[in-house]
């Protein structure tokens, strides 16, 4: 079984500060884990991914992800927000035994950034 | 410009009449996909394809046909379509397995549909 927990639907953070949205992520295989963002009325943009490298990730805009398989967790963070981040984001596992392919969302976290 | 692209991207209808949503690629993945993205659910799997004439269901599969006769191009259909099926959908594409880029979707605009 497979499944994604993003712990927050809400996130409000100040311009400047640290961003932090969670992603807890259960998977019988080795996964691959992915942050995506959603602006808008747009269609979603690949952030960052862990295929089994580096456990620190870095993405684009500042983002980065830190994958730990102890805790099951691939918590987004971004040193300090920028009003342009404003966006819903997606955290996705991607899990591949024996050719099958399952895709999982979670169901997303609304980021707020106040001026 | 790599691109999917979904039309139309809105669309107002009525129960039962039948529509058709393209996608189409221009990176010459194999694997393509289509989500209904409803609020407070996230984005949810409709049907998947690992490639030409090779498709399967998702999570949510109901009141939906998908073809995929040529690798470019992966419709998504409803036959009769109900009110429940007012949702937003993407359609999505990716490199088949193996290789660097392993499972990173490339995602459309998105079609806003609306069934009355």
């Known amino acids: 079984a497979q499944s994604v927990t993003q712990l927050d639907s809400h996130v409000s953070v100040s311009e400047g500060t640290p961003v932090l949205l969670r992603c807890n992520y259960s998977?019988?295989?080795?996964?691959?884990l992915f942050w995506y963002v959603q602006h808008p009325n747009k269609g979603l943009q690949l952030l960052l991914k862990?295929?089994?490298?580096?456990?620190l990730v870095k993405g684009i805009n500042g983002f980065e992800a830190e994958f730990k398989k102890s805790e099951t967790s691939f918590h987004l963070t971004k040193p300090s927000a920028h009003m342009s981040d404003a966006a819903e984001y997606f955290c996705?596992?991607?899990?591949?035994?024996?050719?099958?392919?399952?895709?999982?969302f979670g169901i997303g976290t609304k980021l707020q950034v106040i001026p | 410009e790599a691109q999917v692209t979904q039309n139309p991207r809105y669309l107002i209808t009525v129960t039962g009449k039948k529509l058709t949503v393209t996608c189409s690629q221009n990176?010459?993945?194999?694997?393509m996909s289509w989500y209904r993205q409803d609020p407070g659910l996230g984005l949810r799997q409709i049907y998947y394809?690992?490639?030409?004439?090779?498709?399967d269901k998702g999570d949510v599969p109901e009141g939906y046909k998908v073809s995929r006769k040529e690798k470019r191009n992966f419709p998504l259909i409803l036959e009769s379509p109900s009110p429940n099926q007012t949702s937003l959908y993407f359609c999505?594409?990716?490199?088949?397995?193996?290789?660097?880029?392993?499972?990173?979707?490339?995602f459309g605009e998105g079609s806003r549909l609306t069934v009355l």
């Open positions: 990176m010459n993945h194999e694997y």
């Open positions: 996705v596992v991607w899990g591949n035994s024996g050719g099958y392919q399952k895709v999982t």
């Open positions: 998977s019988s295989y080795s996964p691959s």
């Open positions: 394809s690992m490639n030409v004439e090779v498709t």
């Open positions: 999505a594409s990716r490199m088949g397995l193996g290789g660097p880029y392993t499972g990173e979707l490339f």
């Open positions: 862990y295929t089994s490298a580096a456990t």
